[in-house]
């Protein structure tokens, strides 16, 4: 029976904070090779990776149905109901993948080349996208796979799987945008890539891991079972409210740098660079924040609900303390910092100021996902797509009127982040304390 002591929530999520820092390491990489490539395709890469992201929200919905369920199935003690949830969110997901591939190729060019306001960033855009786009089927299985372990409380076999994701993003990244080791020099295309082949390689490992392992027998994972109507509608009836959150997250994204692409080539790859940095930050906080999510889950199964705030003040603690440190390091050293991801003094100077304001986003991050996901992890999906929706068009307005109405520069933008999430711990705190969610069943 699980208990949400210190030791059990740390040993759930710290191989998710190494899961998240290799799988971050592929964006970061990205931005790396690419400052050192062209400022055209690092401006083009924020873009590219919040149309990436936009085009995963359905996948992000259904990923987030099969793992409250599964974590719901844990804690009633229903393998067999594991097993079944996970097959079908599998059928589910390939399909929404192939039409975001049919999306990208046949849509987003024209899309593209109506809203960018340079031809140069459109192209590139697009030279990434029309090959990282056959990741998505993979990157939706890997979350599948993600979801199962975390709600089997087994996350270690990620650790292995992101390493893999990294290397192979690295060493294809290094070869295929500036042509080593006798291969074409490809640029940004050299990129999307890698990022495939990463992904490919990371389902391959879980894969061989899930047959090892023998959950095909005990959960029934992997099984051509029939369609079982009952079970899809329950997922996409859960899934539905927090695809559309996910749309409204990642939509948010597209919007932000959407917002600074108007301001020059320049501004954007500053902001490529920054949100870089910021997604490094976020590791930790996303780690136990996931954690948080299925373990209020298999709580709820437990109908031990007075051990949510527990979970939920210790999971804080944890989380804080992950991301204390790395903040305190780039306070100290902010130009050492952001060295890491571009040799141009230009560009450095340009995002110190923007480094400061994401560095008091990441600390009001920490309560606010806390109590995000613990409201996500009631299954009161349709609250956390309320919650989002708010965050997004305060952030949106705020970053709009800094940029276009008061004419401010990039840290006055990122400040909306700041707006953001204070907003986020706000409502999310109030909903989860109003008990509202008591109504739902799993």
């Known amino acids: 029976m699980f208990s949400p002591t210190y030791r059990n929530i740390w040993s759930v999520s710290w191989p998710l904070i190494i899961a998240g820092i290799s799988e971050t390491v592929v964006e970061v990489t990205d931005a790396i ?29 259904l990923v987030d149905a099969v793992q409250i369920v599964i974590g719901r199935r844990v804690g009633q003690g229903d393998h067999a109901g594991v097993g079944r949830s996970f097959n079908q969110g599998l059928y589910l997901l390939a399909l929404v993948s192939v039409v975001m591939i049919a999306l990208i190729w046949l849509v987003l060019p024209l899309f593209t080349r109506a809203v960018l306001s340079s031809m140069e960033v459109h192209e590139a855009v697009n030279a990434y996208l029309r090959i990282a786009a056959f990741g998505l089927l993979f990157h939706a299985a890997n979350l599948a796979y993600s979801a199962f372990y975390v709600g089997i409380s087994r996350t270690r076999v990620l650790i292995g799987a992101t390493l893999v994701l990294a290397v192979v993003n690295i060493v294809l990244d290094y070869a295929l945008i500036f042509g080593n080791f006798g291969l074409p020099e490809l640029g940004i295309a050299g990129a999307g890539i890698a990022s495939l082949g990463a992904e490919l390689a990371a389902f391959l490992f879980i894969t061989v891991d899930v047959v090892r392992r023998r959950y095909v027998g005990t959960y029934g994972l992997l099984r051509l079972t029939r369609w079982d109507a009952a079970i899809a509608k329950h997922l996409v ?12 997250e990642t939509g948010r994204w597209f919007v932000f740098f959407l917002i600074i692409e108007q301001l020059g080539e320049q501004s954007l790859a500053v902001a490529t660079i920054v949100f870089s940095v910021y997604a ?20 709820l199964g437990q109908r031990r609900l007075d051990q949510l705030r527990p979970l939920i003040r210790r999971a804080m603690v944890l989380s804080l303390a992950g991301v204390l440190p790395i903040l305190l ?26 480094l400061l304001v994401i560095m008091l986003a990441a600390l009001i991050a920490v309560p606010g996902e806390a109590f995000y996901a613990t409201v996500a992890g009631t299954g009161d999906t349709w609250a956390v797509f309320g919650i989002q929706l708010v965050v997004t068009l305060v952030t949106l307005t705020l970053a709009a009127v800094a940029a276009f109405g008061l004419g401010l520069g990039l840290p006055w933008i990122w400040a909306a982040e700041v707006a953001g999430w204070a907003i986020c711990l706000l409502v999310a705190w109030a909903w ?11």
Request: aromatic share 12%; glycine share 10%.
């Open 280 to 299: 490094l930050f976020l590791i930790p906080v996303d780690a136990f924040s996931e954690s948080v999510c299925s373990m209020v889950s298999n709580l």
């Open 33 to 61: 090779f690419l400052a050192r490539y062209g400022q055209t395709e690092l401006a083009a890469l924020g873009l590219a990776g919040a149309i990436y992201g936009l085009a995963l929200f359905a996948t992000f919905g």
């Open 237 to 248: 009836g859960i899934g539905t409210p927090v695809g559309l959150e996910a749309l409204v």
């Open 432 to 442: 989860f304390r109003s008990g509202a969610w008591q109504r739902l069943s799993v």
């Open 329 to 354: 390091v780039t306070g100290a050293v902010p130009d050492w910092v952001l060295a890491l991801f571009t040799p141009d003094e230009a560009l450095i100077e340009a995002a110190l100021a923007s």
